[in-house]
């Protein structure tokens, strides 16, 4: 699509902020080759798939009708130009406060230097009752949307409002680092303290000793820029894609900006594992250990020795070690096997790690379809208590639970004695109502 010259600095400033705000990473298409920001891609939240839209300037299929302000109002209220609520999987709360300068940039990106995806999508959103219902989104807007929109002040680059803005607004960080109350808002006061993320846990990233306390401000750039911090973490799941779509491919100044903020947020202790049992002496006698692909072949082996031995050994060594360049990471310093609960160690091992930089290019494999659900628990026990010393007693229901995205919330746990309990609330209200408007009654024709 033609761009004038004289609006290609504000194309390119658009292109930017899409990148930070890692617009990418949920529009993307799943199919036809992944074109850009088209739509399609199945976001898994607790209520069910939510199918992202195409945001290209198609006229037909994606945003091109939008006028600013129409854009504006999608990105900032969470409101559609069609007067449609948007579901909070768009982190609209954060992007509330957006400058306007960055939406206008934005908006610029969007319609001049984006191709237009002509093509229907493959398939919408089609949550189940009640949360199909769209309307119900203005009454959570109205407890959780909190203030108004306002411009911020222009923060100078590398500085601490920066990083805050960056952190807040942009890379929305809090949406996935940040627990939820029982109607899945994000509970301020435990702002970036962790939270579960469909199968995965988003981990503790304020400065406390049970986040990245002991964490420099070079180790978080590294990190966000490499998504590999040797000794510590590795990022995988959500992480991964966030490191290779978008905090890769951001300025040193900002990824410095936003460590400097992250560790003077307030820190916020969590709970540590505890570690006071021995680990169990080295497997030494290879010649025991099933060779090959056999213990994977094998679906009534459950021993997580020899299943760690014939399947993660050769990358992460005998003894977790990793290698020496920490291509493959050691396993006894690893942020995934040393906290508490396996949640991230059991996904690495079901879905895999892919991600890629400018620099590396990682691949795990994924062994969702070679092992099964009390094969991987065995090798997460087995990795989790030799290589930490953290006794777990993970079951193959519990991998089967975080295959299916985790522990379902409150809210659609008992979403249907919620609905029973409101809609007795109703007639209870109607019947005091009426009963009121009788009693008055009566007593009018007593009087007379």
């Known amino acids: 699509m033609a761009v004038f010259a004289t609006d290609q600095p504000l194309v390119e400033c658009g292109r930017y902020i899409a990148v930070a705000a890692d617009c990418g990473a949920c529009h993307r298409q799943a199919i036809n080759h992944g074109v850009p920001f088209a739509g399609g891609y199945a976001i898994e939240s607790p209520m069910g798939r939510i199918i992202a839209s195409n945001i290209t300037p198609s006229k037909q299929y994606g945003i091109g009708n939008y006028s600013e302000q129409q854009f504006a109002n999608a990105v900032r209220e969470g409101i559609a130009a069609d007067g449609r609520n948007l579901y909070p999987a768009m982190p609209y709360t954060s992007y509330r406060d957006m ?131 040797a000794g510590k973490a590795q990022a995988a799941g959500a992480m991964a894609e966030a490191v290779e779509n978008s905090f890769s491919l951001m300025t040193d100044d900002d990824l410095n900006a936003m460590a400097a903020w992250v560790k003077q947020v307030p820190a916020i202790p969590t709970a540590i594992p505890d570690r006071s049992i021995q680990p169990p002496a080295d497997v030494s006698d290879i010649n025991t250990i099933i060779t090959g692909q056999g213990a994977l072949a094998d679906r009534s082996t459950t021993d997580g020795a020899k299943l760690y031995e014939n399947a993660c050994a050769s990358c992460h060594g005998h003894k977790g070690q990793g290698t020496d360049d920490s291509f493959y990471p050691s396993l006894t310093r690893n942020r995934a096997v040393s906290a508490l609960g396996a949640q991230n160690l059991v996904m690495a091992i079901v879905e895999g790690i892919q991600r890629k930089t400018s620099n590396t290019d990682i691949s795990m494999p994924a062994f969702a379809e070679q092992l099964n659900n009390a094969q991987i628990a065995s090798i997460s026990n087995y990795v989790h208590s030799r290589f930490a010393g953290i006794d777990d007693k993970m079951t193959a229901q519990d991998v089967q639970i975080l295959r299916d995205g985790g522990v379902p919330p409150f809210i659609v746990r008992y979403i249907n004695w919620l609905m029973a309990l409101g809609t007795l609330m109703i007639v209870g209200l109607l019947g005091g109502i009426w009963y009121w408007r009788k009693v008055k009654r009566s007593g009018g024709q007593q009087i007379r």
């Not at 108004?148 to 960056?166: C, H, Q, V």
């Open 99 to 229: 400058t306007t300068a960055d939406v206008q940039a934005l908006y610029a990106y969007f319609m001049q230097g984006v191709e237009p995806a002509d093509f229907p999508p493959s398939t919408r959103t089609d949550l189940s009752f009640p949360f199909n219902v769209r309307q119900i989104m203005w009454g959570w807007n109205l407890l959780f949307l909190s203030g108004t929109s306002a411009d911020k002040a222009e923060a100078l680059p590398g500085s601490l409002e920066r990083g805050k803005y960056l952190v807040e607004v942009l890379a929305h960080c809090s949406a996935c680092h940040t627990p939820r109350n029982i109607m899945m808002a994000e509970q301020n006061s435990l702002n970036l303290s962790g939270s579960s993320l469909g199968g995965w846990y988003a981990p503790n990233i304020t400065p406390d000793k049970s986040g990245i306390g002991d964490w420099s401000q070079r180790d978080l750039v590294t990190y966000l820029k490499t998504g590999h911090l």
